[in-house]
């Protein structure tokens, strides 16, 4: 599968988000592959307020079936959430599992105005909540057995990976 | 190589009852998911719902503040249910037997037990009694060991100097009657602190205390010089009655921290101690209250840390 480039999805996103920005919202990126892309979207929008991140590892529905994630990261919103318009970013929209968790976590810092949701990669089929995208770069079908995310080099450069998921 | 209690036969932490043992991967684990925790009390709701459902069983066998209100704020923070047993000696000499008593909470569909007990094994006990899908976490055996101590000591540690393959760390005080003072001597080596010292005189040592890996001090002036954190143990007034010391007055004149002796250490040490504090004794106040004093995050951090524990421990 021709997969597109992480860049060209990132560039679109923006040209799309621009012109529904207001003073009072801010992005929020969900570890990790949301907030490699949140760090990259952020420039290309003029926000003034700088970019959150949120780890949903204490809000997951699978806690019960696998335990703790193995990596948990630090959640950093250096603005209240309260009253403000968040912009969720994430790279991969598939069960929509995570978004719901990620709205609950943002609900336990306070009462957002507002939530959208963008994403590099809408992935169709199989989505197991009730839960859309506001802006999405691309959408993919991509077989069962393979996974799609973000990976970042180096350089700092994303870029889209298929896996087979083994 | 004889399998350790603590462990699931995948390696996964299933109790905890010692760091002794422990490996280095399983101790940074449970540091950087307290890292992650540390914003959950930043939060509007400083709740998350991780164990939503799960009954939490605080068994304290003895006496203890702070340790059992953080495993308490740490278990409601998780979305637990708690429940509080002071068990004294009156209830005990009713005849029933700390298994008896845990196999009646077993009953009640308890997940998990936080056991704090005078005689050193006593959570080992548990843990070894209990079915397969209880935890047993240990907060204070004897003199054995308090893991969730030392843990919550190198996570402070860690947040203020950031790595530890370049410290120098000062354990000041009653070693030997300290559960407090074996678990930091266990963290601090396993996770690659290359120097630790024990500063104490000869009657509060262990015998062989050199094979736990440390440096051993008589006189504090020279232990200090150089280190980068002090950790000053709570010299229990117990001790003040047998011959092992003469006078708190004395013991303060020579092991009891000052500013003119943390003047010895580096400039950017830091002053830890696991409380309740002796002021006068083991610390004096202006040292205490004083800059380089993290006495009271060290409380704050305990909350985090005890979360990471009873969160991983929950999962596996």
């Known amino acids: ?166 | 190589m004889t399998i350790n209690p603590q462990l699931n036969a995948d390696g996964s932490l299933r109790h905890l009852l010692t760091i002794d043992g422990l490996p280095r991967a399983i101790l940074t684990h449970i540091l950087d998911t307290a890292e992650g925790f540390i914003s959950v009390s930043e939060q509007e709701v400083k709740k998350v719902p991780l164990l939503r459902g799960k009954a939490i069983f605080n068994l304290f066998f003895e006496a203890s503040t702070r340790t059992r209100t953080t495993f308490e704020i740490a278990a409601k923070r998780l979305s637990a249910d708690v429940i509080n047993l002071n068990i004294n000696a009156s209830s005990q000499s009713k005849g029933e037997t700390l298994l008896d008593t845990v196999d009646n909470l077993s009953a009640m569909q308890a997940d998990m037990f936080v056991v704090r007990h005078a005689q050193s094994g006593a959570a080992h006990m548990i843990a070894r009694h209990v079915a397969p899908h209880i935890h047993v976490v240990n907060a204070g055996d004897g003199r054995h060991a308090h893991p969730t101590q030392g843990l919550l000591d190198v996570f402070t540690i860690r947040k203020y100097k950031g790595e530890f393959h370049n410290l120098r760390v000062a354990i000041v005080g009653d070693v030997l009657h300290s559960r407090v003072a074996r678990s930091q001597i266990h963290a601090l080596t396993t996770l690659g602190v290359p120097e630790v010292r024990v500063i104490a005189p000869k009657t509060l040592l262990p015998v062989g205390v050199e094979q736990m890996g440390v440096h051993v001090y008589h006189d504090m002036l020279q232990g200090l010089k150089d280190v980068d954190v002090v950790i000053m143990l709570r010299l229990q007034n117990e001790r003040m009655r047998g011959a092992r010391l003469p006078s708190s007055q004395e013991y303060f004149k020579y092991y009891g921290l000052t500013q003119e002796k943390l003047a010895l250490a580096r400039p950017d040490a830091i002053v830890m101690h696991p409380g309740p504090m002796n002021r006068g004794v083991e610390i004096d106040s202006s040292v205490a209250d004083g800059k380089q004093s993290v006495i009271l995050p060290q409380v704050t951090y305990g909350i985090a840390v005890r979360m990471a524990v009873m969160s991983i421990l929950a999962g596996n």
Do not use: C
Not at chain 1, 60 to 67: A, N, P, Q, T, V
Not at chain 1, 88 to 112: H, K, Q, W
């Open chain 1, 1 to 166: 599968m021709n997969l597109p480039s992480a860049n060209s999805l990132i560039a679109q996103l923006a040209a799309a988000i621009k012109p529904t920005l207001t003073s009072n919202t801010v992005l929020v990126g969900m570890h990790t592959g949301g907030v490699w892309a949140a760090e990259h979207l952020h420039p290309l929008l003029d926000i003034n307020m700088p970019h959150g991140s949120l780890d949903i590892s204490f809000y997951r529905d699978d806690f019960e079936r696998i335990g703790l994630h193995a990596q948990v990261k630090p959640t950093r919103l250096p603005f209240e959430v309260e009253g403000r318009d968040i912009l969720l970013i994430d790279d991969v929209l598939y069960t929509g599992r995570s978004v719901r968790a990620a709205m609950n976590a943002l609900f336990d810092y306070g009462r957002p105005a507002k939530i959208r949701l963008a994403v590099l990669i809408d992935r169709v089929g199989d989505r197991q909540l009730p839960i859309a995208a506001d802006f999405v770069g691309a959408a993919l079908r991509v077989p069962s057995h393979q996974h799609i995310h973000l990976v970042r080099d180096d350089e700092l450069q994303l870029d889209l990976k298929l896996v087979d998921i083994s």
